[in-house]
């Protein structure tokens, strides 16, 4: 299998100190390794749309959290600081999330989360900078992430930007008003650490198996898939690729106009070829590998949790029934044929997808369906966890102890 030349950095920047608008409720679960089943998992409604599966038939080999198995990144015994309050800070194209934890044996047990839709990145496309209006949003949303780190006293945190402000020209300018304003310092990583964090914070989803496997994060700006070698107690990165198509970027870039069938049609067809092509390096590159008997996939994004979400026809959405759910392939790409062919009122009328996300939701659709494309897997994983439990992982895993994602020393992958 053809490799490119550069492995993705395992660098620590440090950075200084649900659902709608206002603070997310004060969480209390544990981030475990979950429970995993011991017969192989069953893909007999591979053909089934939405609206067929039943609620509480999930299929989800991780439901039981309470009994599930040690995480692959253990904590040494109590180290300097083994009640301290850790922090993740993820600040997206289209989302502004916020995690904080204190260490729970070999886990961590979340204390205080915030999520906000900001739409950092709107019109990002068209203009190259990041607007005033959108600018204002995000730095409300974290003036409330400030105060909770605060009176959360954290002991160490970790703040970082993604796309929206790795492409817009005036990123760093908005980066030094943040700073300004807020005290909360952002590290705009890059691509290739993103990925890594991702991979981190959710590759304990991953369903049991040898062959291969593919991580993918659909984000609002940018897209990473990473191809896995689970080899040891935690995987390394074999090659990675990240292509500037998220919800939100190539929505703003094909257009959010469609009224009849036929414009929806060809709009939704135009996302699959921007996607197809951007994703078509890394399809190379792993296209052996896809070959290979019982190839697994997990995805992380607000995509694959909503879709889930009408596979299960949850009433709301559900954590505990998504995160960790196994579903058919087929079933995934049925819902997302059904959604791209919606009306924006149609979707916005569906449980767990509402107003938001019901113009942006097609574009993820378009994105999966393209992943799914290069690695035909049968299952799909789901993961409600990413770069903030990456972040916080790898925070107390420098400081308390524990092993890390590793890297193939020959493997790599490349940004699009």
């Known amino acids: 299998m053809k490799m490119a030349d550069h492995s993705p950095p395992d660098s ?15 969480a209390d679960f544990r981030y475990k390794r979950p429970s995993r089943p011991k017969e192989k998992h069953s893909a007999s409604r591979g053909n089934q749309c939405a609206g067929t599966a039943k609620t509480g038939q999930n299929q989800n080999p991780h439901k039981d959290r309470g009994q599930g198995k040690a995480s692959p990144l253990p904590l040494r015994t109590p180290g300097p600081h083994p009640r301290q309050a850790y922090a993740a800070l993820d600040l997206g194209t289209n989302n502004c999330r916020l995690l904080i934890a204190r260490p729970s044996g070999e886990n961590f047990t979340v204390i205080d989360a915030f999520s906000r839709v900001v739409k950092l990145g709107e019109d990002l496309a068209r203009t190259g900078r990041l607007s005033d209006a959108a600018m204002d949003r995000t730095v409300s949303a974290l003036s409330i992430c400030a105060e909770k ?60 198996g040898n062959g291969p496997a593919v991580i993918f994060d659909i ?111 087929d079933a995934m790409r ?15 009328e569906l449980p767990c997808i509402g107003q938001d996300r019901s113009e942006l939701v097609v574009a993820g659709c378009a994105i999966l369906e393209s992943i799914l494309d290069i690695w035909p897997a049968q299952r799909l994983g789901v993961a409600d966890r990413g770069i903030r439990e990456g972040i916080l992982r790898s925070l107390m895993a420098d400081q308390i102890g524990g092993p890390n994602i590793g890297h193939a020393s020959t493997a790599s992958g490349s940004t699009a």
């Not at 620590?12 to 004060?26: E, F, I, L, T």
């Not at 009176?151 to 990123?171: D, I, K, P, W």
């Not at 890059?190 to 369903?207: D, K, T």
Request: proline share 4%.
């Open 12 to 26: 620590h920047n440090r950075a200084g100190k649900k659902r709608g608008g206002k603070s997310g409720k004060v």
């Open 149 to 208: 780190l605060r009176r959360r006293n954290v002991y160490l945190a970790r703040s970082v930007a993604t796309e929206a402000c790795r492409r817009a020209a005036n990123g760093a300018e908005f980066i030094e008003r943040v700073k300004h304003e807020t005290g909360i310092v952002l590290d705009i990583i890059s691509a290739q650490e993103e990925a890594r964090l991702a991979v981190l914070g959710c590759h304990i989803l991953l369903e049991p």
């Open 219 to 329: 984000g609002g700006g940018s897209t990473e898939l990473v191809l896995l070698d689970q080899g040891g107690p935690v995987p390394r990165i074999l090659d990675w690729q990240s292509v500037p198509w998220g919800v939100v970027s190539l929505t703003d870039t094909v257009g959010r106009t469609g009224s009849s069938s036929e414009d929806r049609q060809d709009r939704y067809a135009r996302m699959r070829q921007i996607v197809r092509d951007s994703f078509t390096p890394f399809g190379e590159r792993v296209a052996a590998a896809s070959l290979e008997p019982e190839i697994r996939l997990l995805g992380t994004s607000g995509t694959v949790t909503t879709l889930a979400s009408l596979h299960l026809q949850l009433p709301h959405y559900d954590r505990k029934a998504v995160d960790g759910l196994i579903v058919p392939a």
């Open 334 to 348: 049925c819902i997302s044929t059904r959604l791209s062919a919606m009306s924006r009122q149609e979707r916005s």
